[in-house]
Structures are given as structure tokens and as C-alpha cells.
């Protein structure tokens, strides 16, 4: 390797933090707070939260008014989790950046227009557990019984519970019948609401702990996914000052996610102020949980293609791959060394 080379992009690297620090105050005094929701209660939301709290948003300089929507309160609510109702917000205004799902983004282009591409992915991976109720011992016996999700075709659950009926061959709604569930998802299965649920890494730790076997793994099956994540509109980023406020949101996620790698605490305390998860024990049990955070979130291509294939339908068929992210931002803070510098001891 040329040695110049690397010492002159390793300081064309710091020179370019130094400035995006020194025009940082200047930056957020110029603009109102950005909406940012989060739009359900999971470790692969994160990211976000320990990014506000250890100050990486005003780092980059964007002001970022970060919450948790309600629906997104009342899921999370239940199964050893108390959402904290000092971060549960409504707010009117337009959410430019988000945090949702990859099946939430491709299923509202299909189904309700607009122009919303996925620019970055943190949950990567099918990465979810199926527990059912006493007298279903098998992935078979659901046939025919009521499944739950957080949403049916607006969340990674709901992704989810239509991946494995296709996966088995079942119709929806004849062989299999999908409910929306809200709060206390494994209790509520267990007295009886419905036959089985799907759940994220939080209620399968609960319901571990309450001495209850997951029915089955779907992360055996090692299927890509496009779950949380960063989206935006197509027509906004082209604006080049919105595309460097993309840009930066993205740097202090990725800043977030070394944060989370190499310091438990800043996860510890993000789960205990936010999800209100105050043991130790669950705490650590859901930081084995950060590995699987990519380093480099770059949209899940892979993952937006079974998300396509899982809803098909003709109106899906009319969009392409390429036509539901864009990674271009991704690829030029890959180029330019940064997530590798995070890492350096």
C-alpha cells in the first residue's frame, strides 16, 4: 500500500470530522428540530436512542427531536418492558427521516404511492421466534389457528408471520388467520387471546425467562430481511443540503453502533432510560443482541427483495429493487474510511 496515500486520506479524514465538528453549533442554530419517530420498541432501534443520548446528533450537527410514537409505546408495553412516557410523543409535523421497517416502506409505495427509499438498514437479518400456546408443539399444528403480530403488513412481525405461511404454503386468512396484537404480547397468548405470537429479542428474553420454549427460531432459517432502518423521500434528498443532513443522521448512527459494540454501559442505560428495562440480568441478556447490528448499515438490498417476493402481487411487480433504496450515502462514508476509524484501538 502506498504509504502517502493512506497518510494523506487518513488526514483528509480527520480534517473532514474537524470541520463537520467546528460547523456543528452554527448548523443546529440555523434549524428547527427534525421528527424522528421510532416506531416500535427492539434493540435494532438502539442506534437512535443511544445516538441522542451520548450527544452524537448534535456532534454531526443536526437537531433531532427524537420519540416514540404511541403504537409504538403500546407495543412495547408488557413482557418485562415499560416503555418511559417521557419519550411517548405525537408530534405534528412532517417525518422526513425514519426509522421504520423495510416492509413498512415497500408495502406504503405499493399500496399508498409517494416516493420513500430505504437508505440504511440495522436489522438485517429474519431475526424473530414463534411461541404458541400449550397443545401446539409444531409449526404444523398452527394451521388453521390465529397467529399474532405488532401489524400485518407494516412491521417486521408482520413480514414475518406472511414469510413463514408462505414458507408453509398456507393462505392467509384460510389456512391461517393473522391478529394484530398491542401490548403484553406473551401473556395475552398465554391466556388465550390467540394461538401463537410472533416477537422481537425483548419479549423473547421475558418469556425465556418465564421458562417457555420458542415453538420455533426463524432465525434458523438465515433469511436476509430489511427490518429497522433509516428511510427518506427520493425528491428530498435530492436537495443537497437535505442529503447532508441524511448523511450526517447516518455518521452518528454509525458512530452509535461502535459506541454499543465496545461500551455496554451506553446500551444499558439507554434500555433502563427508554424501555424501561432496569435488571441487570435482562440488560445483559439483551446486549448479546447489539453483535448482529451491521457496522456498516447499508439498505438490505437481498432483504428488500424477500420482502417483494414474500407480498407479491401485480402492483409489486411493477417496481424494481433498485427502485425502493438508495445507498449511495452509505457507499461514500464506506470509501471514506470513517466506520473503520471507530474501531481502532
Known sequence: MN????????????????????????????????????????????????????????????AIQLYMTNHAAEKGAGDGMTPNPEYVDNPQGERLISTGGGVGVVNGRVNDGGDRVVIGTTGDRLSWWVYAREGINSIEDLKGKVLSATGIDNSCTGGAAHILAKRMGWVIGKDITLFENHESRIDKMLEGKYDAVIVSELPDVYARNKGLKPLVSLRDWNLPYACSGISASKAWLQDPKNRETAKRFILATIEAIALMKQHPETVYRALDKWYGIKDPAVQ??????????????????????????????????????????????????????????????
Open 3 to 62: 504509504t502517502n496515500f493512506s497518510i494523506q486520506k487518513s488526514l483528509l479524514l480527520t480534517g473532514m470530522l474537524s470541520l463537520v465538528t467546528l460547523l456543528s453549533a452554527n448548523s443546529m442554530a440555523q434549524q428547527a428540530p427534525m421528527l424522528v419517530p421510532l416506531t416500535d420498541v427492539s434493540t435494532n432501534k438502539l442506534p437512535y436512542i443511544i445516538a441522542k443520548e451520548e450527544g452524537l446528533f448534535d456532534k454531526y450537527g443536526i
Open 284 to 345: 445483559k441478556q439483551m446486549y448479546a443482541y447489539v453483535d448482529e447490528i451491521p457496522a456498516k448499515p447499508y439498505p438490505s438490498v437481498e432483504g428488500i427483495k424477500v420482502i417483494m417476493d414474500t407480498y407479491d402481487s401485480p402492483e409489486m411487480r411493477k417496481y424494481k429493487v433498485a427502485d425502493l433504496y438508495d445507498d449511495s450515502i452509505m457507499k461514500e462514508i464506506d470509501a471514506s474510511g470513517f466506520v473503520e476509524t471507530l474501531y481502532k484501538k
